[in-house]
């Protein structure tokens, strides 16, 4: 049985952690599937949006640690672990993630590496590194900060404390939660906005946010100016201003790179 599932449909490419027997836990070999399976969606012009999610009624349990004995080098197998965050964290197009059950250690850090976080009221989250004698990987040390603020990201990793659906999405770490019967639909008609949507200023929208951290303000608006002067030119403004005139919903063209668009 695949360790991964990716399934395509119109647009949005769902990808499912497929190991419930383990609580969705990834494996040694699962982080450069996880990575190959990003960088494919990356240049798919046809891959729009991406949903990750789990099966079995869980997300991700993290790292399977009984497969580290077998890692063929410690520092190595981590390293795949961060390829496969930076795979999804750069990924040039929509990310959520759809959170039912436990998401925890890298796991919880996969999740906040979606731009969107969708969870289940019986969603539980965890940096649960320091309880096992570890410390953060899947880019947690550089999300958690980011999301949360230096202090509050320290003590959730000093203390590894198990955060209810409500309590991470005061936080910041969830954007969503909902009942447990409703998370599909929510998240399926997200996807499906986004899917719609203009793939070209998505992108380049995504990419000015996350820049936001390392720029200055002369640094952001001249790369506000250059991706705005980029849409200005492209077919996507120009669908969405007959719209506007027509008075209907524009119909962005599918076509469009996000990866390769961007100047």
Avoid: Y
């Avoid at 996880?34 to 949006?49: G, H, K, S, T, Y």
């Avoid at 979606?114 to 004698?133: K, M, N, Q, T, Y």
């Avoid at 953060?136 to 320290?154: C, E, N, T, Y």
């Avoid at 939660?177 to 499906?192: F, K, M, S, T, Y």
């Amino acid at each position: 049985m695949d360790s991964i599932l990716v399934d395509r449909a119109d647009g949005v490419v769902t990808v499912t952690l497929n190991r419930p027997e383990r609580k969705n836990a990834l494996g040694a070999d699962d982080w450069t599937t996880l990575r190959e399976v990003f960088d494919a969606v990356a240049d798919r012009a046809d891959d729009r949006v991406v949903v990750v999610t789990g099966a079995g009624g869980e997300f991700c349990a993290g790292a399977d640690l009984s497969s580290i004995g077998t890692a063929r080098r410690p520092l190595e197998m981590v390293r795949d672990v961060g390829r496969a965050a930076a795979s999804v964290i750069r990924l040039p197009k929509p990310v959520i993630a759809k959170v039912d059950g436990v998401a925890v250690g890298a796991g919880c850090n996969l999740a906040l590496s979606a731009d969107l976080v969708v969870a289940s009221e019986r969603a539980r989250f965890s940096e649960i590194f320091a309880r096992r004698g570890l410390s953060l990987d899947f880019a947690g040390s550089w999300l958690l900060p980011r999301i949360v603020g230096m202090q509050r990201a320290k003590q959730l990793a000093f203390f590894g404390d198990i955060l209810d659906a409500a309590t991470a999405q005061r936080l910041g770490l969830v954007t969503e939660v909902v009942a447990p019967d409703a998370l599909d639909g929510h998240v399926a008609a997200w996807a499906r906005r986004l899917a719609d949507g203009p793939a070209v200023a998505l992108s380049l929208t995504k990419r000015l946010l996350e820049a936001s951290w390392t720029s200055s303000l002369e640094q952001a608006l001249e790369a506000e100016a250059v991706a705005q002067a980029h849409n200005l030119a492209g077919p996507e403004a120009a669908e969405a201003l007959r719209a506007f005139k027509e008075k209907r919903d524009p119909t962005f063209p599918k076509e469009q790179q996000a990866k390769t668009s961007a100047p």
